[in-house]
């Protein structure tokens, strides 16, 4: 692994699997796929995925925590707000709610489907996950203030009818947003650093040991690799970009095909906002598994709780500026059934997150949240 690390032949498959994904991605945009093709793009979609969460792996080794989880949210957010602002721009008023949709089903699968998994896979190594409760307490604050004001409060403002936002009012969310995600981001990587910062638990203590030893037996195959070199960090994020781009770009070649299976089926159109998220998230699913499965929850809850703050605080800004030029209502709002689970959400994240240890039933709470939320996602 750690040779890997340092040199990355042309012909690894991370290397290749990017550049073929956006391969597929140029020679799909913007065309009726048949569905052999579509399963080649799906399979070059799943590839992607694989090859992001090396690189962010690789890159996060290379700067710490927690900018190694920054660095994956942040990029791959980035480029879900284009999708999303690209499908608004093809899709016409039967996308006006794509926005809304894809943004929620980002907040539940990150606050119950990663954080669940994550809670998991840590407990099950350790009978209890620890992580610190300042940090993800404040990351789970920013979350809450950012779903309540974009999501819920569109639905009860009445200076335009129905669940929108008048221009100052989507204007002042936009605002307070970036304003927010900058706070956080400050926050995270400067002044209380130390709060996003893996537990030092005895079983790290031990590893770390084992590791000092290895090394000055010359063993290579020590638990801790050494980590890349800048040189190898700086490559590795070009390919994370790259396989980011792959990811999203093929999710919208095969979302004609993905909405057109949800009509078939006779599914609410919100299904496809979820079905993207779910493809953009895989990334930031996998990374946050493998870190919990090294006893480092704290870095899949930086990887969960900053895709959702991220995915607001960048999405709203972004759809605000681009609904200048979209046509149609931009409907934000949630229904009762999505704020009910929000609320319960939110709840249940607090009594998780506070006391700063949990068990398997904590991340079962949270994973059947996300089920509750798929099944009513499905059947409303």
Same mark, same amino acid.
């Given at each position: ?43 070059? #979609? ?25 660095? #994956? ?9 284009? +999708? ?61 203030? +950012? ?30 947003? +970036? ?59 070009? #390919? ?110 607090? +009594? ?29």
């Amino acid at each position: 692994m750690s040779t890997a690390w340092h040199r990355t032949p042309l012909t690894d498959w991370t290397v290749v699997v990017p550049v073929v994904a956006v391969v597929a991605l140029a020679f799909s945009w913007g065309r009726d796929l048949p569905p052999l093709a579509v399963a080649l793009v799906a399979l070059c #979609l799943a590839g992607a995925v694989l090859a992001a969460v090396h690189h962010a792996e690789v890159v996060a080794h290379r700067v710490g925590e927690p900018f190694g989880s920054l660095v #994956l949210a942040v990029a791959v957010t980035v480029i879900e707000v284009a +999708l999303i602002v690209t499908l608004m721009a093809d899709g016409g008023d039967k996308t006006s709610s794509l926005a809304r949709d894809t943004v929620f089903a980002a907040v539940m699968i990150t606050c119950n489907g990663i954080v669940g998994l994550s809670l998991l896979v840590g407990a099950l190594r350790n009978r209890v996950a620890v992580f610190h409760a300042e940090g993800s307490g404040a990351a789970l604050a920013t979350v809450a203030t +950012l779903a309540v004001l974009s999501l819920v409060l569109p639905t009860f403002t009445t200076s335009k009818p129905g669940p929108e936002f008048s221009t100052a009012q989507l204007a002042f969310a936009a605002g307070a947003s +970036l304003a927010l995600y900058g706070l956080f981001i400050a926050v995270q990587t400067v002044r209380h650093r130390d709060y996003f910062l893996p537990v030092d638990t005895a079983r790290h203590r031990e590893e770390a040991a084992k590791a000092a030893a290895g090394a000055a037996a010359g063993e290579d195959d020590a638990p801790h690799a050494e980590p890349p070199t800048s040189l190898a960090a700086l490559i590795s994020l070009g #390919l994370l970009l790259v396989a980011l781009v792959g990811v999203v770009g093929d999710a919208k070649a095969v979302s004609p095909t993905i909405e057109t299976g949800v009509a078939n089926a006779g599914l609410p159109h919100a299904v496809v906002g979820v079905i993207i998220a779910l493809l953009v998230l895989a990334p930031e699913t996998l990374a946050a598994a493998r870190a919990a499965r090294r006893d480092r929850v704290q870095t899949s809850l930086n990887l969960a709780y900053g895709s959702a703050i991220a995915s607001i605080g960048l999405t709203i800004p972004a759809i605000a500026l681009a609904s200048v030029w979209l046509s149609g209502p931009l409907l934000l709002g949630l229904g009762p059934v999505q704020m009910v689970l929000l609320a319960l959400t939110i709840v249940i994240s607090a +009594l998780t997150i506070v006391p700063g240890r949990a068990t398997l039933l904590q991340g079962g709470v949270h994973v059947v949240l996300l089920a509750a939320y798929l099944f009513l996602a499905v059947s409303p």
